[in-house]
């Protein structure tokens, strides 16, 4: 059974219905740096922004399958709406890592857009009730429309830094760049967000490495909720999700341009009658067919893990490092294959292939999916050494 199949028909289906619309919209995306509000407004409808919001809070409270089966769609239409998607809702289902007074808070509507910077950008100073947040936070992917921001900052501490803790604020405390000049993942409009000074009391500040471990106090989610999942698996697994969907949608765009498209400087006037077309597409195929197995795989095992209330082990998040970066790389691999079988025209801003394939590539240099620092930190565990590697 795949995430597809397991998802929930409300939001799936409704999704499903936007995929041409988000891909009509792709080229406005590209074109302005950032996503347009249509696509932002169907999704909410759709209810894309409640889907990591824990029931008591009037959220959809899904699973890790629906969840992924939800944001391989929205990939398929957009891949910078899906990649946008996928930092909304995998940062706002972190919130729940917080303790209930700061949850209360920015889940209270229902339904949320959480964006996040996660590279120490900024530093916490202690003050009465809380700390004082100032820095800048660079690739803030979703702060554009996001309604809070969760920051990684260095503790000051009289003698220097004392630690790492992760911040929440509302978006409306801090200042937004004009800096994304890209030439992939245009529209993302992944600006740096800037906090100077921001009052940030202590219930919204968490302890980096008890969040990461799901430790912290003051927090009732815990336990076999079959929603306390372990962070880093879950911001890979969704991530791959994403990247499934782009590599689906591009199969899409190719294999539906075949029809009258003959081979340039050659006799054949029809490409899909050549027996390489016929060995592209089942290679492309193939390699995506394997992404989704791979990502059915670590679905199946975080979701199991959370139902029994515990943290996978520790070779299971190397394996899920691994795997996720070369299931990434195989998405890449075939967006690849199809583009440079699509001949000199596939390079024309109206042929969305060629958005797809610059999107894909550009997503896949993001530090944490790159491949071969996953299969380092893999094979490492695979062979009975220390990871040296925290993210996992």
Same mark, same amino acid.
């Given at each position: 059974?795949?995430?597809?199949?397991?998802?929930? +028909?409300?939001?799936?289906?409704?999704?499903?219905?936007?995929? +041409?619309?988000?891909?009509?919209? /792709?080229?406005?995306?590209?074109?302005?740096?950032?996503?347009?509000?249509?696509?932002?407004?169907?999704? /909410?409808?759709?209810?894309?922004?409640?889907?990591?919001?824990?029931?008591?809070?009037?959220?959809?409270?899904?699973?890790?399958?629906?969840?992924?089966?939800?944001?391989?769609?929205?990939?398929?239409?957009?891949?910078?709406?899906?990649?946008?998607?996928?930092?909304?809702?995998?940062?706002?289902?972190?919130?729940?890592?917080?303790?209930?007074?700061?949850?209360?808070?920015?889940?209270?509507?229902?339904?949320?857009?959480?964006?996040?910077?996660?590279?120490?950008?900024?530093?916490?100073?202690?003050?009465?009730?809380?700390?004082? @947040?100032? #820095?800048?936070?660079?690739?803030?992917? #979703?702060?554009?429309?996001?309604?809070?921001?969760?920051?990684?900052?260095?503790? %000051?501490?009289?003698?220097?830094?004392?630690?790492?803790?992760?911040?929440?604020?509302? @978006?409306?405390?801090?200042?937004?760049?004009?800096?994304?000049?890209?030439?992939? =993942?245009?529209?993302?409009?992944?600006?740096?967000?800037?906090?100077?000074?921001?009052?940030?009391?202590?219930?919204?500040?968490?302890?980096?490495?008890?969040?990461?471990?799901?430790?912290?106090?003051?927090?009732?989610?815990?336990?076999?909720?079959?929603?306390?999942?372990?962070?880093? +698996?879950?911001?890979?697994?969704?991530?791959?999700?994403?990247?499934?969907?782009?590599?689906?949608?591009?199969?899409?765009?190719?294999?539906?341009?075949?029809?009258?498209?003959?081979?340039?400087?050659?006799?054949?006037?029809?490409?899909? %009658?050549?027996?390489?077309?016929?060995? &592209?597409?089942?290679? =492309?195929?193939?390699?995506?067919?394997?992404?989704?197995?791979?990502?059915?795989?670590?679905?199946?095992?975080?979701?199991?893990?959370?139902?029994?209330?515990? &943290?996978?082990?520790?070779?299971?998040?190397?394996?899920?490092?691994?795997?996720?970066?070369?299931?990434?790389? @195989?998405?890449?691999?075939?967006v690849d294959l199809l583009y440079n079988a699509s001949g000199a025209t596939v390079i024309a801003r109206n042929v969305p292939l060629q958005r797809f394939q610059r999107d894909v590539? #550009?997503?896949? &240099?993001? /530090?944490?999916?790159?491949?071969?620092?996953?299969?380092?930190?893999? /094979?490492?565990?695979?062979? #009975?050494?220390? +990871?040296?590697?925290?993210?996992?």
């Open positions: 059974m795949t995430t597809t199949d397991t998802a929930r +028909p409300a939001v799936l289906e409704a999704v499903r219905e936007l995929v +041409p619309t988000l891909r009509a919209n /792709g080229a406005e995306a590209d074109a302005n740096g950032w996503i347009p509000q249509e696509n932002i407004d169907l999704l /909410g409808q759709a209810g894309v922004f409640a889907m990591a919001v824990p029931g008591r809070f009037g959220g959809l409270d899904l699973p890790l399958a629906e969840k992924a089966a939800v944001l391989t769609e929205i990939a398929r239409g957009c891949p910078s709406t899906g990649w946008v998607s996928m930092v909304w809702v995998s940062t706002a289902w972190m919130v729940s890592l917080f303790p209930d007074k700061a949850q209360e808070e920015v889940y209270g509507s229902g339904a949320v857009r959480v964006s996040g910077g996660f590279t120490p950008g900024g530093t916490l100073t202690p003050v009465d009730g809380g700390y004082r @947040l100032s #820095g800048t936070w660079r690739f803030n992917t #979703g702060s554009k429309a996001a309604d809070w921001n969760m920051m990684a900052a260095v503790v %000051a501490g009289p003698d220097g830094p004392v630690g790492e803790s992760v911040a929440l604020v509302p @978006l409306s405390d801090m200042t937004l760049a004009d800096d994304w000049d890209v030439s992939a =993942a245009r529209g993302t409009g992944s600006v740096s967000s800037t906090a100077t000074d921001v009052f940030v009391p202590a219930h919204r500040v968490a302890d980096a490495e008890k969040a990461v471990l799901g430790t912290l106090d003051d927090r009732s989610n815990t336990g076999a909720t079959g929603r306390d999942y372990c962070l880093y +698996p879950l911001v890979l697994a969704e991530s791959l999700a994403a990247f499934v969907g782009m590599a689906r949608g591009a199969y899409e765009l190719f294999t539906g341009r075949l029809n009258g498209r003959g081979i340039s400087y050659s006799s054949w006037t029809d490409q899909s %009658a050549h027996p390489l077309t016929h060995v &592209q597409v089942a290679t =492309a195929a193939n390699k995506i067919t394997a992404a989704e197995a791979m990502l059915d795989r670590m679905v199946g095992v975080i979701q199991r893990r959370a139902d029994e209330g515990v &943290q996978p082990t520790w070779e299971e998040r190397a394996d899920i490092r691994g795997q996720s970066a070369f299931a990434i790389e @195989l998405a890449k691999e075939a590539r #550009g997503m896949g &240099q993001h /530090g944490l999916l790159n491949v071969t620092t996953g299969l380092e930190v893999q /094979g490492r565990v695979l062979l #009975g050494l220390d +990871p040296q590697n925290y993210f996992l």
